[in-house]
Antibody, heavy 121, light 106 residues
Framework: EVQLVESGGGLVKPGGSLRLSCAAS????????MTWVRQVPGQGLEWVAS????????YYADSVKGRFTISRDNAKSSLSLEMSSLRADDTAIYYC??????????????WGQGNLVTVSS | IHLTQSPSSLSASVGDTITITCRAS??????LAWYQQKPGKAPKLLIY???ALQGGVPSRFSGSGSGTEFTLTINSLQPEDFATYYC?????????FGQGTRLEIK
């Protein structure tokens, strides 16, 4: 069974840093690109960052570029999101998700349960 | 690439058939997916590559479209289908989502 379990969220002050982790199991982690998506409670979904299976290609949303760093450890089946210079508008539920390519098109086929990050003084 | 979903909200009854439209600001080939999200839960993949049904998703869900206009249709609505639905384009970065369509019970 595919499982993605996020950890590391919580309350942080503006300007502070936080590291989110996503522990993967039930599939060949090193064979899949991975991604982070966030959602302000009650609002829509926003893609944050993606990393390919070998960590060679990495992409960020403009809203987090230069402040967030996505990384992975294939030996530990773990995905991370290092967040710095946090702002109030980074407050959201953060989901990690697995990327799969099916019929030649990518999709986010499994999602973690979500982890709330609150940026407030 | 901007995605515009319509309607933003929709009221329907059990047994109804509904259609949600997703329009892209430019062509996205077949890189279009649909997700369902229930309150307090993570999104769930319903459809990928415009029209392919994800495993375990009931056949009353279907997707169609091409180029810049796509639709999600739910036939014979069931009580568990009342949720928020999002389209997503994965044709190019930044990956984007539609603003969501909230499907409510009439």
């Amino acid at each position: 069974e595919v499982q993605l379990v996020e950890s590391g969220g919580g309350l942080v002050k503006p300007g502070g840093s936080l590291r989110l982790s996503c522990a993967a199991s039930g599939f060949s982690f090193s064979s899949h690109d991975m991604t982070w998506v966030r959602q302000v409670p009650g609002q829509g979904l926003e893609w944050v960052a993606s990393i390919d299976d070998s960590a060679y290609y990495i992409y960020y949303a403009d809203s987090v570029k230069g402040r967030f760093t996505i990384s992975r450890d294939n030996a530990k089946s773990s995905l991370s999101l290092e967040m710095s210079s946090l702002r109030a508008d980074d407050t959201a539920i953060y989901y990690c998700a697995r990327v799969s390519r099916q019929q030649g098109a990518d999709c986010f086929d499994f999602w973690g349960q979500g982890n709330l990050v609150t940026v407030s003084s | 690439i901007h995605l515009t979903q319509s309607p933003s909200s929709l009221s329907a009854s059990v047994g109804d058939t509904i259609t949600i439209t997703c329009r892209a600001s430019q062509g996205i080939r077949n890189y279009l997916a649909w997700y369902q999200q229930k309150p307090g839960k993570a999104p769930k993949l319903l459809i990928y590559a415009v029209s392919a049904l994800q495993g375990g998703v009931p056949s009353r869900f279907s997707g169609s479209g091409s180029g810049t206009e796509f639709t999600l249709t739910i036939n014979s609505l069931q009580p568990e289908d009342f949720a928020t639905y999002y389209c997503q384009q994965l044709n190019s970065y930044p990956i984007t989502f539609g603003q969501g369509t909230r499907l409510e019970i009439k």
